[in-house]
């Protein structure tokens, strides 16, 4: 199966699910679905950064500070984070990625629930190449610095103004 034939759950405007469809059409018709986004961090606390490859179907070759993606058809957020980092940073056994905050991301035809995680990765990563085609370890400091030099993928970048703020507000750490 290839990732255009995945099936994901539709939802509607409060994320209850109203039908299915394959990645691919949910995709091309702007279908709202479900995603999720894993701040993963190091064992020195900085953040995971990453290229997407260009056959992404997605945003292809433009930078992202989250690895994550679709949440599959009966599939909760929760499990698709834990899928979604390790695939990504190529490990195992990574603990459980704690949630933080949903929202409903909408931008350009594009829709979808999305949930925000974080996770400490103490393991070495060895990427999927499929997913990544470069890789780095940021400061929060020097991500900050780097938000205007980068073609960033847009949802992921509401995803970080987002996290900035729920963490300014004091309610994570």
């Not at 950064?49 to 994550?68: E, I, L, N, W």
């Not at 990427?127 to 890789?135: F, G, I, M, R, T």
């Amino acid at each position: 199966m290839t990732p255009s034939d995945e099936i994901l759950d539709i939802v509607d405007e409060n994320d209850v699910v109203v039908g299915q469809a394959p990645r691919g059409e949910a995709t091309a018709r702007g279908l709202r679905h479900r995603c999720v986004f894993v701040e993963a961090r190091d064992a020195e606390g900085r953040l995971f950064v990453h290229r997407r490859t260009p056959g992404k179907p997605v945003f292809p070759s433009r930078y992202d500070m989250f690895v994550g993606g679709v949440v599959g058809a009966g599939e909760s957020y929760d499990e698709a984070a834990l899928r979604e980092a390790e695939e990504e940073l190529g490990v195992s056994g990574l603990p459980r990625p704690e949630p933080l905050f949903k929202f409903l991301y909408e931008h350009a035809g594009h829709s979808w629930w999305s949930y925000v995680y974080q996770v400490r990765c103490e393991l070495p990563v060895n990427p999927q190449v499929e997913e990544v085609a470069w890789h780095t370890f940021l400061t929060d400091d020097e991500l900050a610095r780097q938000i205007g030099d980068r073609e960033w993928v847009p949802d992921g970048l509401a995803a970080y103004h987002r996290l900035r703020a729920f963490r300014a507000a004091g309610t994570a750490s």
